[in-house]
């Protein structure tokens, strides 16, 4: 009797385990479907051979292995029926590795549990699947350093949790679509080193913080309406073009790269504040003159260019204490305020170029060779209408050393006779 209660009690407990075995394995097993797509994204990629470099590949072994357990850069969700991908990540991303080259397989699309879609660079070319956008639950798209070719599926931008997109330098071409205006859980959008043209949606997605589309061949102007919540705004390198008060609302910004542009009019004095201490907005056509704003506290690492523009009027104390100072090549005018040469003996500004400009004066004391540390700064004066002192033509220069010689005296009072005229004219018209 005990002998047969024993052995119903080891049958049991037999099933018992084989139950959960079972039931384990099945809660382990990837979705066919996945399987299936998966098999289709290895068949259309390959790791760019260099035999010293950790493969990605090698761990995708569909005879033995489980993809959710052991596939680099595959990571599923559990669920009571199969498993599904829910992030891909395609690549190893390590800085020794060449990447991968091939296509990205149209099976992609198969993934619908996806969230998270990576590619790292590599030589990968073709299209971004054009059905990409109906994977619904995707967060985030990256797919940067490669050579994609073809317009950035239109269905993406309609993707409604889509938080960061970034499909910069590849040779993406097309037109960025007005539905992105909708994407309202976007933050980040990086489409830059593309190329992509036509003009801008007419607004950008309100919550957006960090939008970088340089080095495109895009035309027009900003919206009218930026996001008023944006941290980082780059148009860098485009044919762009229009003023810059759209710019007036965006408090947040500390990150600004609009050079090489067309664009023009004067700069919005709310652009001069502390926290926005990259702004970089060389090369363009801008006109008018520095805000008349006392010194701000400028920090370590703050870089303000505005060379190569058409800045009048005098230099104003704002831009005191900028660590890279770049007004050169513009047609500013009168003297440097002496705040200037103070803050580079503090060693707190270490570069200031104001060559090519119209200059006529810099407080003299101030710039002696006992006050500047000439090692570790560069202060260039050169073609303006003064004398340069001697000691700043020592220092690192465009033109080098020797550079440090003053403008045609016909070319200042040719300039400084104009300016006076309209000056005069404008006196007129105002009576
Ligand atoms: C998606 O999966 C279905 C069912 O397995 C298959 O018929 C279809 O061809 C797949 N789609 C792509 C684009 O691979
Ligand atoms: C740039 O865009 C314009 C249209 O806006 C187009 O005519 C031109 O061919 C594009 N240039 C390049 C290099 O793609
Ligand atoms: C630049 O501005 C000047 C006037 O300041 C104007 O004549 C010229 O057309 C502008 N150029 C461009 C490319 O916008
Ligand atoms: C500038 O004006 C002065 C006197 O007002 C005149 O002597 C000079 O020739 C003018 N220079 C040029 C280049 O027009």
Redesign the pocket.
């Known amino acids: 009797m005990a002998k047969k209660c024993f052995l119903l009690l080891l049958a049991l407990v037999l099933y018992l385990i084989h139950s959960q075995s079972t039931n384990a394995q099945s809660q382990n097993k990837i979705s066919p479907i996945d399987l299936d797509a998966l098999l289709q994204i290895k068949n259309t990629l390959v790791d760019i051979a260099i035999s010293t470099s950790p493969h990605f590949f090698s761990s995708w072994d569909f005879d033995s292995s489980d993809p959710c357990s052991s596939f680099a850069g595959v990571t599923c969700s559990s669920s009571e029926q199969s498993r599904r991908v829910y992030s891909l990540v395609l690549g190893t991303g390590l800085s020794d590795s060449p990447g991968l080259t091939g296509t990205l397989s149209p099976s992609i699309v198969n993934l619908t549990e996806l969230t998270q879609l990576v590619l790292f660079a590599g030589i990968v070319t073709g299209p971004i699947p054009l059905q990409l956008g109906s994977l619904k639950k995707l967060r985030v798209i990256s797919l940067t350093n490669n050579r994609l070719t073809g317009a950035i599926p239109e269905s993406i931008f309609t993707l409604p949790d889509l938080h960061t997109l970034d499909l910069s330098h590849n040779q993406l071409s097309g037109t960025i679509p007005v539905t992105l205006f909708a994407l309202n859980q976007l933050k980040v959008l990086v489409l830059a080193s593309n190329r992509i043209s036509g003009q801008l949606p007419s607004g950008f997605p309100q919550q957006l913080l960090h939008l970088d589309f340089s080095q495109n061949n895009i035309s027009g102007m900003l919206p009218q309406w930026m996001p008023s919540s944006l941290r980082y705004l780059s148009a860098s390198q485009n044919r762009m ?1 229009g003023a810059l008060n759209c710019l007036e609302l965006i408090s947040e910004l500390v990150y600004l790269d609009l050079s090489m542009n ?1 664009f ?1 009019g004067g700069l919005p004095a709310s652009l001069f504040q502390p926290k926005l201490n990259s702004m970089l907005l060389q090369r363009n ?1 801008l ?1 008018g003159g520095l805000p008349p704003l006392p010194p701000y506290l400028y920090g370590p690492g703050s870089i303000i260019d505005l060379s190569h523009n ?1 800045l009048t009027g005098e230099l104003t104390q704002v831009l005191v204490g900028v660590e890279s100072l770049f007004l050169n090549n513009n047609q500013l005018t009168g003297t440097v305020p002496k705040e200037y040469f103070e803050s580079v003996s503090l060693g707190r500004t270490k570069t200031l170029y104001l060559q090519h400009n119209y200059i006529t004066g810099y407080p003299t004391a101030a710039v002696s060779s006992s006050s500047l540390p000439r090692d570790t700064v560069a202060v260039c004066l050169s073609y303006n209408c003064m004398v340069v002192p001697a000691v700043v033509g020592l220092m690192e220069c465009p033109g080098g050393v020797g550079g440090q010689i003053s403008r045609p005296a016909y070319q200042c009072s040719a300039f400084h006779n104009k300016s006076t005229i309209s000056l005069k004219k404008e006196d007129h018209i105002n009576i």
């Open positions: 073009w067309h023009s056509n006109s058409f």
